[in-house]
């Protein structure tokens, strides 16, 4: 059985995983932050007795969801995607010399990039909103879980396309920066469009 190829197919289910789970703990902390809408809060009324207990069911359940989303698919599939292509390039260095001069460190970079998105979402808005802090709207959230789009774009074009030596590093500077162009429009028009929908 060809170990290279197997550690591909690893390689591939880890990577499709670690993104799942990115685009997921992104979502879930949206939602988190969005529990600051519910009002009102102040005075003993039914209504906002019964947002107080509302907000603070949910505080804790998506701190919980954060967590175990974190814990059990982003940092395992993060696991998987490294092992398996650090075990790719032992088994044959030839990656290295192959295709577009540059491509596998240019992978690595964008890889690393990854590693430190992940850690930063964690360390400085995971781990504050679990203690109750807001360190991010809703809005710049939403903005933040469009990040692994970028990395979603550029890592398979470099991969395939230098592997087998037609990757065009202007080509893709061009093609990963007009793609955040769009992503980035169309979150600012969804934005909008939820600000006339909720009469903000």
Known sequence: MNAILIAKALHVIGFVSWFAGLFYLGRVLVNHAETDK???LVGNTPEAIRNRIKREVLHEEYSATADRVYRIIVRQAMFITLVAG????VLNPGYFQAGTPGWLAVKLVFIAGMV???LY???KIMLPMRSGERPWSAWQLRLWNEVPTFFLVAIPFIATLGKAGELNYLYLGIGVAGFSFL????AVAYGK???VESGV
């Not at 650090?86 to 390039?89: E, I, T």
């Open 183 to 186: 992503v980035w429009r169309g």
């Open 38 to 40: 519910i009002a009102p």
């Open 121 to 123: 979402t964690k360390a």
């Open 116 to 118: 430190a998105y992940q």
């Open 86 to 89: 650090s075990v790719m390039v």
């Open 193 to 195: 469009r939820r600000e």
